[in-house]
Nanobody
Framework: QVQLVESGGGLMQAGGSLRLSCAVSGITFSRYVVGWYRQAPEKQRELVAT???????NYADSVKGRFTISRDNVEKTMYLQMNSLKPEDTAVYYCNARNLWGSIYWGQGTQVTVSS
């Protein structure tokens, strides 16, 4: 059974930092591109950042320079370090894992709320 379990969300003031974690089980983690997506109220889910098995990263323009994605292939965990948080970062954050053969898995989501 594949499981992606996020943790680390919460309430933070603007300018603060949060670190999200996503523990993955049931797949060969090192073979997957993993990433973070977010969905704000009444908006579509959007890409935040991805990281390949080799460590190549990709970020949405809105978070470049503020967020850092990383992964630990031994611990089968991905992370999202979020600094200089803004109210517009408020959303439910989802972790995601996908491979070259079309398998895609999602976590249940964790709420991040940034107050002004």
């Amino acid at each position: 059974q594949v499981q992606l379990v996020e943790s680390g969300g919460g309430l933070m003031q603007a300018g603060g930092s949060l670190r999200l974690s996503c523990a993955v089980s049931g797949i060969t983690f090192s073979r997957y591109v993993v990433g973070w997506y977010r969905q704000a109220p009444e908006k579509q889910r959007e890409l935040v950042a991805t990281i390949s098995s080799g460590g190549s990263t990709n970020y949405a323009d809105s978070v470049k320079g503020r967020f850092t994605i990383s992964r630990d292939n031994v611990e089968k965990t991905m992370y999202l370090q979020m600094n200089s948080l803004k109210p517009e970062d408020t959303a439910v954050y989802y972790c995601n894992a996908r491979n070259l053969w079309g398998s895609i898995y999602w976590g249940q989501g964790t709420q991040v709320t940034v107050s002004s």
